[in-house]
């Protein structure tokens, strides 16, 4: 098996592909699935988080999906990493327009990324139209315990 030739590898992978993207008879079309993802928006941000002179102490990402012309937005994935390793833990917290701060999900514990020297800390469905859904302008973000920064952004 190691000793294939790039060739074979890709006719494999071609195979397996065609094989797991059949579509079951009960599926949409092509039209259909296209007006359905036309309907919604996705989005997906990065923030920095930079500390003490470093370039970034721990980044977050926010997912989020609404429909077309909607003032609501669904979360659907919150995802953050500190690097170096460090063991921690961390929550995400909102605060929608002229509202009070919540806190989103409570204190979880950050686990190790295989092959790298990071720590990370997941919530939700990435890819999902699935989550808590918030207004327009609600701000969204990411603490991590010990570090004073947040690291937000302001759903659109």
Known sequence: MLKQTGKALLIG???????????PAHAQTGTQAAA???KVSKHQEVRCVKQNGRTCAYSAS????????????????VQTARSPYKAGKARW?????????HV???????HAIHGANTAEVDW?????????????????????????????????
């Open 36 to 38: 359905a993802a036309a």
């Open 104 to 110: 989103g999900q409570s204190w979880r514990k950050a």
């Open 13 to 23: 992978a071609t195979a397996a592909l065609a094989v797991t993207t059949a579509a």
């Open 62 to 77: 926010f997912f989020y999906w609404n429909k077309k012309g909607s003032a609501q937005r669904g979360l659907n994935y």
């Open 124 to 156: 939700g469905k990435p890819g999902a139209t699935v989550g808590p859904k918030f207004r327009k302008g609600t701000l969204v973000c990411v603490q991590w315990k010990n570090v004073a920064k947040k690291a937000c952004h302001t759903l659109k």
């Open 93 to 101: 917290l909102y605060k929608q327009p002229g509202g009070k701060t």
